[in-house]
């Protein structure tokens, strides 16, 4: 393919709202999730998020990128409050839905009711789920970590409690999310679905890895 | 489809290496892309990261995360001395030679040459591009950020230089990176391509979003 180079000099000189759609392209395919949160005095949010991304399996730990002079205001104000918020996984059927939760909602609104998604509430945990979510994690704050560059902040958190489709896990802890129907997004506003080219072995030196049979029922 | 419900304790009760592949897959599907350096003395090395996010467009920032005691300790070294690296999207034609840079070469050996992908150099640039790749991006450091957790590291970095394929950079500035087939990721070892479902307009309360066409040709 023709390749088209630009320079950070190219970069800065391109229109805000261009440049945040091809900088936003660049990183890859991403994690997108709805993130619930619910303020000390009971007001829920809803707002979706593409910047998830593992931090550490021991103890279970992500982070996630929180802008504060954005729509996602709400949600870092319900976090830093209460410190519990929930990740959903997104499918097809609702990613529109999920997408509308970015629309400037009023403080006073829940994105739930706005856009038509469920909460719902278990174990005791404050913050509430997406009912149509079939990959549910709870989180909690660890700390943040703020960006000078930009006022960015990264919010460290830990896993607390998981809920997903018993078909989906399979025999060595890997979740088939593609059989969960989780989507993925690309640029700020491109939702797709996927198709398993292969799990691949643990790589090692000088051999081939093989592929990874991926079943049914786990 | 019935659920699995897994608390903390259960999560830490997990098998180590079957709690990895269980909370790498929670994120949902991820950014994955060759990340190439150079070290001082000339040694390139060429290392598979599946934890790239975006941090900010205006300067162009992104994060990824390093484990210091892993098989990208060799990357986190160039990069520490050098500053520079390159990250590099993967396609459907390589990704079995991507995954394969995962596995535990020496320090002498270049992951480029053992899994048979090609340097490429342009612009100066110390760090070596994989011509196979469609999208290219020259990063340098700006800072780390330590986590104490669990000794993982997050790289803050600025994006420098981008070459991407003139026929997938729409009008608006995002690049339909479906087009240039970039793959993505789940959990450790899963590799997958996309379908588009929808771009989606920017959302406003109150108005559903309609789809934005996706062109060949930008």
């Keep these: 393919m023709n390749k088209k180079e630009l320079s950070i000099d190219d970069i800065m000189c391109m229109e805000q709202r261009y440049r945040a759609a091809f900088i936003n392209s660049l990183g890859g395919f991403k994690s997108v999730a709805l993130v619930g949160t619910r303020s000390a005095g009971g007001q829920t949010n809803l707002a979706i998020f593409n910047s998830l991304f593992h931090l550490g399996a021991n103890p279970p730990l992500f982070g996630f990128v929180v802008r504060p002079d954005s729509v996602e205001r709400h949600t870092l104000a319900n976090i830093?409050?209460?410190?519990?918020f929930t990740v959903n996984h997104i499918r097809p059927d609702f990613y529109r839905q999920a997408h509308q939760t970015s629309a400037r909602y009023g403080a006073d609104a829940s994105e739930f009711e706005a856009v038509g998604l469920t909460e719902l509430y278990r174990n005791g945990w404050q913050a509430p789920f997406v009912a149509e979510s079939e990959v549910q994690i709870a989180g909690?704050?660890?700390?943040?970590?703020?960006?000078?560059?930009?006022?960015?902040?990264?919010?460290?958190?830990?896993i607390l409690f998981v809920s997903v489709p018993e078909t989906c896990l399979q025999p060595d802890g890997y979740i088939d999310l593609e059989a969960a129907g989780t989507v993925t997004c690309s640029g700020l506003d491109s939702y797709h679905t996927t198709n398993r080219l292969a799990r691949?072995?643990?790589?090692?030196?000088?051999?081939?890895?093989?592929?990874?049979?991926?079943?049914?029922?786990?």
Aim: glycine share 10%; hydrophobic share 40%; aromatic share 2%.
């Design 200 to 218: 691949l072995s643990y790589a090692k030196p000088d051999i081939d890895p093989i592929e990874i049979a991926v079943t049914n029922g786990g």
């Design 140 to 158: 909690e704050l660890v700390r943040r970590v703020d960006i000078a560059e930009n006022g960015a902040i990264i919010l460290v958190c830990k």
């Design 80 to 84: 830093l409050e209460t410190g519990q």
